[in-house]
């Protein structure tokens, strides 16, 4: 019998897209933020890809304090690879969104390879009763660009640089992994790439099967075997993409930032229970789930750095 393959599964935590009216099982405090990315990790996750929010609004908090909140916590009770946004909230600086890798020094940190038009307004259809700050979330972005220049990125690139962290880049369209490309092509990242393809958002590409095949066949003509590829499925895309990906032979971010579903209409009741659905989907496709330990191997990642 043939060794069977890991596959790390990426656990993102609460993000920065869903609102707390949404879902009473959102982590929206620095409590369950904490409780939730513990219980995912012990349920499989080997990597934890996190935001911080306010504790009394449940907005997104991109704040060094709230990161402190959360960061030191989760570290003290697993050994998880603790991945920290960069993209924080289209609503954000990039100098506000770099604050908690530059100051915590993380094995990983996201970074969005390009600009795009983010669109969560779809949404207010569903939630029709949304008011205040979440309701202003969804609607503002009819006119919002996420943006993430090629200055942005160099920036974040740079206020990284000397803490060693390497990087999910976050690919939501075919462009931005010939911007990653580019990037790598100067010199300013170095394989192996860890890169994270995002299916099913307003704005960027769609989650069809074909999309998907596009972006891989793209990824691997431009990096070959210097990348490490996932993808995530946006909604109800999120565990059809995750088997999609499975049997091309990569690796899978699930959580509730990414859904809040477990199936048509019934809400997830937490990270850990994603965790536990693609788990058992990896299983059966005849794969494992990599420890954080084969997950640093595999992405090269440097050791952990004490977090106070």
Not at 27 to 37: G, M, N, Q
Not at 137 to 162: A, P
Not at 256 to 273: F, I, K, Q, R, T
């Amino acid at each position: 019998m043939s060794k069977r393959r890991p596959v790390i599964i990426t656990c993102a935590i609460t993000g920065a897209i869903h609102t707390p009216s949404m879902s009473p099982h959102l982590p929206a405090s620095s409590d369950t933020i904490i409780s939730s990315a513990v219980a995912a990790a012990e349920a499989g996750a080997a990597i934890l890809h996190l935001h911080a929010r306010n504790d009394e609004t449940g907005q997104p908090d991109q704040s060094i304090g709230g990161f402190g909140r959360i960061v030191p916590q989760i570290a003290a009770q697993t050994d998880a690879v603790l991945n920290l946004t960069t993209g924080g909230s289209p609503y954000m600086t990039v100098e506000e969104r770099v604050q908690p890798a530059e100051r915590f020094a993380p094995q990983l940190a996201s970074l969005n390879m390009g600009s795009m038009n983010m669109g969560l307004f779809p949404m207010q259809s569903r939630y029709p009763d949304l008011e205040g700050w979440e309701k202003a979330h969804l609607e503002d972005s009819r006119d919002l660009v996420f943006r993430n220049s090629y200055k942005d990125i160099d920036y974040v690139l740079d206020t990284c640089r000397d803490n060693g962290t390497r990087f999910e880049f976050e690919c939501y369209d075919t462009a931005h992994l010939y911007n990653l490309a580019h990037f790598a092509d100067k010199g300013a990242v170095k394989p192996p790439f860890f890169v994270q393809t995002v299916f099913g958002l307003l704005g960027g590409i769609g989650a069809h099967p074909d999309d998907i095949a596009h972006m891989r066949r793209t990824a691997l003509r431009l990096f070959g075997d210097d990348m490490v590829w996932s993808a995530l499925g946006a909604g109800a895309h999120q565990m059809r993409v995750a088997a999609t990906v499975v049997s091309g032979g990569g690796h899978v971010r699930v959580g509730l930032e990414d859904s809040l579903w477990a199936g048509p209409g019934v809400l997830a009741a937490s990270n850990a229970d994603q965790v536990t659905t693609v788990k058992a989907l990896i299983e059966t496709l005849g794969c494992r789930v990599a420890s954080a330990k084969e997950a640093c191997d595999i992405l090269a990642l440097p050791p952990r750095q004490e977090v106070e």
